[in-house]
């Protein structure tokens, strides 16, 4: 699967999409990949103030449960309730499946963040 | 510098079929070949087969063979009549607890087969010979690591391996579960499996399994790897080595005390002593996780007579919950509440008793 070039990336393997005036945040391929089968997401709380690189989630495989983190810091505004009843949705379509909406306190600080081909070159 | 990982034959036909492997017990093996949900939905719904090759089959052979298990083995080998019927059973250290967890086939009273875990392997094959040497026992005790396996489970399952290998059909047809066959060839088809679910455990050659397995995934069998195993294994109610029970564990605490037999009064099996002078019981029954999230290994569990601890937990693919095994205070029955610690919060979870999925279908509970 190619990486969209619409979007910014982590080092934690979650990407942030602008969408109107909030993001949408979720994890790559190589990170669903790398997971396997996932059985649970959850514990985002909607209306948490958050920074950059704290938790905001979990996304739980048969294998492990991992957490996922703000790319930047906001306010988590939104949780992906279809994923509550179908966790797989992030195996299928990663780039699709978004996990949460944030606002970000600056837009500007995804400027920060890696572009697809600087993720593809880490990864 | 760590040693390489061991490989059974059939590790290429893994990797041409897309597995992703893992470390277990020293072994590479398949952990999944693409999605180990739908592997696990294969075998409950139609076939599917594991390589299991990297367990080890031990003959046991010679005129002592029959004295030498009924002191080795948790349970009486004496029970074993009809040749290629089959016990399960726990082999215990003299503390009582369990050394590993086991299946003996009789043939005769001279000729026995037993199968162990791949993990435990060398430890089972030292702890046996040293108790053949200390009580003089005329026995041979021969690992067969020429010997390859693979278990092919579902309700589909006998169909297919009579379509793939029609030659053994006539003699394995009518046996009843934990039953076995020995075959021309060195070939044993057994009636057992570690799913819930119908089929055969085959054990061949190793230089004609990788023809076995292409000849069943030609007739539609689906190869699944160790993460489908473990999700079959937990919903069935079949204990897991090194996981629910290790040797600082006794039967009684891990649920296995059906495994022991005590009608002889004159069998001192290793272990007996002990269990009989020192037993600390706990209640090992299943939890149903009531809201979303995984049980694992290893949470704390709350109950209203003290705290227990999972033992083994996952998410369900049949039933779509976190369902997991439990070591609880004694007088916590089926039916209680509890509440596991997962990630820092207490959640509720319904005790409940084992196994969770039988022949495909949830059992009914309390």
Known sequence: MSLPTDRKYTSSHEWIKAEGDVFLVGITDNAQDQLGDLVFVGEVDVGAQLNAGEPAGVVESVKAASDIYAPVAGEIVAFNEELESNPALINEKPYDAWIFKIKAKSAADVNGLMDAAAYAAAN | ?366
């Open chain 2, 1 to 366: 510098m760590s040693a390489s990982l061991q490989r059974t034959p059939l590790y290429d036909e893994h990797i041409a079929a897309g597995a992703r492997t893992v470390d277990f017990g020293g072994w590479d093996m398949p952990v999944h070949y693409g999605s180990q949900i739908e592997e696990h939905h294969a075998v409950r719904q139609a076939s599917g087969m594991f390589d299991v090759s990297h367990m080890l089959n031990v003959d046991v052979k010679g005129a002592g063979a029959y004295d030498f298990l009924r002191k080795l083995i948790a349970n009486d080998v004496a029970k074993l009549t009809v040749p290629g019927k089959a016990l399960y059973s726990c082999m215990l250290n003299p503390q009582g607890g369990v050394v590993d967890d086991l299946i003996v086939y009789f043939f005769a009273r001279d000729t026995w087969r037993v199968v162990v875990n791949a993990g435990t392997a060398d430890k089972d094959v030292a702890w046996m010979r040293r108790i053949a040497a200390a009580g003089k026992f005329d026995v041979a005790i021969t690992p067969r690591r020429d010997l390859a396996m693979v278990a092919v489970q579902g309700p589909e399952a006998r169909a297919k391996v009579w379509a793939a290998r029609p030659a053994w059909k006539a003699a394995s047809e009518a046996l009843a579960p934990f039953s076995g066959a020995m075959l021309d060839g060195d070939v044993l088809v057994a009636r057992t499996g570690y799913t819930g679910e119908d089929g055969f455990e085959i054990v061949v050659p190793a230089t004609d399994v990788a023809a076995l397995w292409r000849d069943l995934v030609a007739q539609g069998v689906r190869p699944c790897g160790l993460g489908a195993r473990d999700t079959l294994r937990l919903e069935a109610g079949m204990n897991l080595y090194g996981q629910d029970m290790d040797e600082l564990i006794q039967p009684d605490q891990a649920g296995l005390t059906w495994t022991v037999s005590s009608k002889d009064a004159a069998r001192r099996f290793i272990g007996r002593d002990a269990i009989e002078q020192f037993s600390t019981p706990a209640a090992f029954l299943g939890l149903k996780l009531l809201e979303r999230g995984v049980m694992r290994s290893h949470m704390k569990v709350q109950t209203s007579l003290g705290e227990g601890e999972v033992t083994s937990g996952t998410m369900s693919p049949t039933m779509g919950v976190s369902v997991g095994f439990a070591r609880l205070p004694v007088g916590i029955k089926p039916g209680d509440t509890a509440l596991v610690e997962i990630r820092g919060k207490w959640i509720p979870a319904q005790v409940c008793k084992l196994p969770f999925v039988r022949n495909g279908k949830v059992v009914e509970h309390a």
